[in-house]
């Protein structure tokens, strides 16, 4: 069974600019969960899908920062403009239901802003 | 989001049971315990997860204390291998936003 995984690796890109990181859970996983890990600070929760519908984005830091996931499959995340301060790692998990239960992650997106 | 609080830091050399206990003083009813492990440029990985006692699996055990106002881990036999840090998490059964602390770093040494 193929885990989750996330694209690309590795993104650099300059102030400014629109980078998007896209996340494909595993199959049949109906939650969706973006978190990152800017430069020196802690793993953050940045927002959650069940399905196609949002159900918590309260850890999205700006408007800057889009999370779509259209028809309930994979998500991606689009960050318009990016800034300095963006840089860091993105995780993408997913889980098969709600309550208890582990989180499965992806490896992350590495987004470097210069 | 409530965090946990766990040494920076553990050393230990393989062969060794290592256990890393996890503070949750304001701990709620509806939170669980979670543990995750995580190695350089990977994402985090589920050990083991528990309400209260003791929970076994193949990798770890999980001992939570009748007023879970902590919790331990306990890794028998590491390897080097299992280098890696080591998160404790609470978190609400009907949320599921993880909130990650600065995790304990393990360092094995043969």
């Known amino acids: 069974e193929a885990g989750v995984t996330q694209f690309p690796s590795h993104s650099v890109i300059e102030k400014g600019q629109t980078v998007t990181l896209r996340c494909d859970p595993i199959s049949g996983h109906d939650n969706l969960y973006w978190y990152r890990r800017v430069m020196g600070k802690e793993i953050k929760f940045l927002l959650h899908f069940v399905k196609e519908s949002k159900q918590d984005e309260s850890g999205m830091p700006n408007n800057r920062f889009l999370a779509e996931r259209t028809g309930g499959t994979y998500s991606t995340l689009k960050v318009q403009p990016a800034e300095l301060e963006d840089s860091g790692v993105y995780f993408c998990?997913?889980?098969?239901?709600?309550?208890?239960?582990?989180?499965?992650f992806g490896e992350g997106s590495r987004l470097t802003v210069l | 989001l409530a965090k946990t609080t766990q040494p920076i830091s553990m050393d230990s050399y393989e062969g060794q049971e290592v256990n890393i206990t996890c503070s949750h003083n304001n701990i709620a009813t509806n939170d669980y315990i979670t543990w995750y492990q995580q190695f350089p440029s990977q994402g985090p990985r589920f050990i083991i997860q528990g309400y209260k006692t003791k929970v076994t699996n193949e990798v770890a055990s999980l001992f939570i204390p009748a007023d879970r106002k902590s919790s331990t881990l306990s890794l028998p036999r590491v390897s080097l291998s299992d280098t890696a840090v080591y998160y404790c998490?609470?978190?609400?059964?009907?949320?599921?936003?993880?909130?990650f602390g600065s995790g304990t770093r393990l360092q094995v040494q043969p």
């Open positions: 998990a997913s889980s098969h239901g709600g309550g208890t239960g582990e989180l499965f």
């Open positions: 998490l609470r978190g609400d059964t009907g949320r599921r936003a993880l909130t």
